[in-house]
Nanobody
């Protein structure tokens, strides 16, 4: 059974940092590009970042470029998203996903 389990969300003040994790199981993690997306309250789904299967190539949406860093540990089957300089507009449910499945999401709230 494919499972993607996000963790690391929470409440943080503007300017703060969080690191999200996504533990993958049930498929060959190293075969797939992995990505993060988010959905803010009342808005549609937004792609945030992606990383190739080896981890050597990454991409970001303009809204997070320079503030977020995606990475993966293929030995641990885990995807990460380091989020710095967080803004209230970053408030959303964050999902990890790949070609064949999505996680359940983790809430990130940026507020003073």
């Amino acid at each position: 059974e494919v499972q993607l389990v996000e963790s690391g969300g929470g409440l943080v003040q503007p300017g703060g940092s969080l690191r999200l994790s996504c533990a993958a199981s049930g498929f060959t993690f190293t075969n797939y590009v992995m990505s993060w997306a988010r959905q803010a309250p009342g808005k549609g789904l937004e792609w945030v970042s992606g990383i190739n299967n080896g981890g050597g190539s990454t991409d970001y949406s303009d809204s997070v470029k320079g503030r977020f860093t995606i990475s993966r540990d293929n030995a641990k089957n885990t995807l990460y998203l380091q989020m710095n300089s967080l803004k209230p507009d970053d408030t959303a449910v964050y999902y990890c996903f790949y070609l064949e499945g999505w996680g359940q999401g983790t809430q990130v709230t940026v507020s003073s």
